[in-house]
């Protein structure tokens, strides 16, 4: 509950709601016991006094009542009404939405027609027919207000369980023998709650606002009971000689739901989880680039040379140093293997190239990365997007995720290149069929026109290698982008990589977990460790003869097919959290050969020629 709060209060506008609706909601509650006038006792005397006349605060209306007594039982009502009538409408409206979504095929069909036509109709006149039907009173308007808002919790709530229903754990319960009832209540029903509390929290304003409308025509409250929609209505004819009659009320209207949306709105925010890491801000177009020091001046290695490159997430107070100061460069037709446990750095390295690390929370706080001659971190935005996809390409991982569901492949290839050169649509396709088969798609003609989905795992993963290759970059960044296949496709994958290596003189960077892909298709190996390299090297001498404790593990932790029995190592421990790194080498408490000496200080990345390794106790056979 505290860290719903703490997330609740980081808008300021929802927290704002939160305090005035509190505020309200205490005054309510607090009505009976406070000393007030009787709210309907009338004194033609002293009708239409003014606000901060004495014994009357804010004045009396034309039949001489206490405006505050009437204000705050007026809206000790409305509220009741409102949330009630919120309640109500989403329980039954869930239920419908739940059933239909659930059963599906007929029963959704005769279901959701239903509410269609409720739905074709304009809700005010909707409630007024109800209204009209029942007669005037709040009991009507309530159940006039709850029934015109079950359509949109019905539809809602229907489209989220639709896409339930077919999930592995429904099926599961259904193996498992349990029936209908069971599986709504105790399988989909957890997984709409937090959404039908979002639906209320952000539609209860608006049916205080119908229920005020309607006892504002007279077909709510009756006289001479008071809500908030009931004073406005009686205080229309002096809204001239006596505006206080009609103000007070309509500013109570505008507190209760302006509060209450605001309030709904940080309550739909603090449930999505992603507003933790701050991914609900809007990203800007590049990374913030927030540089503490000044750019390292080391003249460029290679087609892309990362210098002392740092990236943080800014989590509110907590700083997590995802990238600590990691340098790396690749030469032109080589390919660097980047190789470390999982939330080691890699993927965030990667981003930060090219400035697609998301901002907030991410920000680039040191270092430099350049690429023909210029600091990629120092560019503008006109002279990034130049490049993306142009002289810097990546491979994701997922590329069910990266291709757009809705657009044909083909259709993505001609975009891709269109970006960034001025030729027509028949070229651009032409290049993109050249492309299909030079990554070795069967049918590659009719292959343009499929859909993402309508591709096994290893056909779309060529498409995006197709589609990296498309504008001839110089350097490609493949993030593990044979984690998710099997192995034949795997090494169809990786021999079609290094053909283009070595037939286009590509510069590759390849980000991966597995030692036998980096075996098979790296030059140079950095094995990354909290955010940091800590070792380097060509591939054969790093397998061989490992220098750092870490990546020796590492490589014991692989399994090994015909080499006799041996121990399956496994490293003890986990990752450190990088918002709270320990001092010195951050893998001495899970090290071995760990020392006093290892926590104390900086350990600098130091080697001869082309290896260098972060230890100051390194593998013997190095030593």
């Not at 709650?193 to 606002?209: F, Q």
């Not at 995802?322 to 390295?349: D, N, R, W, Y």
């Amino acid at each position: 509950m505290t860290a719903f709060l703490k997330l609740l209060f980081r808008n300021r506008l929802a927290a704002m709601g939160a305090v005035v609706i509190a505020s309200i909601l205490v005054l309510a509650i607090l009505t009976p016991l406070l000393p007030l006038p009787e709210p309907n006792v009338t004194n033609t005397a002293d009708r239409f006094q003014r606000p901060f006349t004495e014994g009357h605060l804010l004045g009396t209306d034309h039949l001489g009542r206490d405006l505050l007594s009437r204000l705050l039982w007026g809206t000790r009502l409305s509220l009741a009404v409102g949330i009630a009538a919120a309640f109500v409408a989403a329980t039954i409206g869930s239920a419908i939405g739940i059933i239909a979504g659930y059963y599906g095929g007929r029963t959704d069909n005769l279901i959701m027609r239903g509410v269609d036509m409720l739905m074709a109709f304009p809700y005010i006149l909707l409630a007024l027919a109800i209204v009209a039907a029942l007669g005037p009173g709040l009991l009507n308007a309530l159940i006039a207000v709850a029934a015109v808002n079950i359509p949109f919790f019905a539809r809602n709530i229907r489209g989220i369980t639709v896409s339930l229903a077919g999930r592995e754990f429904v099926d599961a319960a259904r193996l498992a023998g349990k029936g209908h009832a069971s599986i709504i209540l105790t399988e989909v029903l957890p997984n709409v709650l937090p959404v039908i509390v979002i639906a209320m929290s952000t539609t209860v304003g608006w049916m205080i606002l119908e229920t005020a409308g309607l006892s504002f025509l007279g077909l709510g409250s009756q006289p001479p009971q008071a809500d908030l929609g009931s004073m406005l209505g009686e205080a229309r004819a002096a809204l001239i000689t006596a505006p206080h009659t009609s103000v007070v009320p309509g500013i109570m209207i505008f507190l209760i739901v302006m509060s209450v949306n605001l309030l709904g709105d940080g309550v739909r925010d603090a449930l999505d989880p992603r507003l933790k890491s701050g991914a609900l801000s809007r990203p800007r177009a590049i990374t913030q680039v927030d540089r503490t020091s000044p750019a390292p001046a080391t003249p460029q290695k290679g087609v892309l040379d990362l210098q002392e490159l740092e990236t943080q997430f800014h989590v509110g107070p907590r700083v997590y140093r995802a990238v600590g100061g990691v340098s790396l460069h690749v030469e032109p037709g080589e390919c660097l293997g980047v190789i470390g446990e999982s939330g080691s750095g890699k993927s965030v390295t990667a981003l930060s190239v090219m400035g697609l690390v998301a901002s907030p929370p991410g920000v680039i706080t040191g270092g430099a990365v350049k690429f023909g001659g210029e600091d990629l971190l120092g560019a503008s935005y006109e002279s990034l997007r130049r490049k993306r996809g142009d002289k810097v390409a990546y491979i994701f991982q997922d590329p069910l995720a990266t291709l757009h569901p809705l657009y044909k492949v083909g259709d993505q290839m001609i975009e891709a290149i269109q970006s960034h050169h001025k030729v027509s649509k028949s070229k651009a396709r032409a290049r993109a069929l050249e492309l299909f088969e030079a990554v070795r798609i069967p049918n590659p003609t009719s292959r343009l026109d499929n859909y993402p989905h309508e591709m096994s795992g290893g056909m779309r993963q060529r498409v995006g290698i197709a589609m990296a290759m498309v504008n001839d970059p110089e350097v490609i960044i493949a993030d593990e982008p044979t984690t998710a296949l099997d192995v034949t496709v795997q090494a169809q994958i990786l021999a079609l990589l290094d053909d283009l290596r070595r037939e286009r003189g590509l510069a590759i960077v390849f980000i991966t977990h597995d030692f036998g892909v980096v075996a098979q298709l790296c030059d140079r190996i950095a094995v990354m460790y909290a955010g940091r390299i800590v070792e380097e090297g060509p591939t054969a001498a790093v397998l061989d003869a490992p220098a750092h404790p870490y990546t020796a593990r590492l490589i014991a932790c692989v399994p090994e097919l015909g080499g006799g029995r041996r121990r399956l190592e496994a490293i003890p421990g986990l990752p450190p959290v990088v918002d709270n790194l320990p001092e010195g080498c951050a893998f001495a408490p899970r090290c071995a050969k760990a020392t006093p000496d290892c926590q104390r200080g900086e350990i600098a990345l130091e080697g001869a020629g082309a290896r260098a390794v972060r230890c100051i106790h390194p593998e013997e056979a190095v030593a």
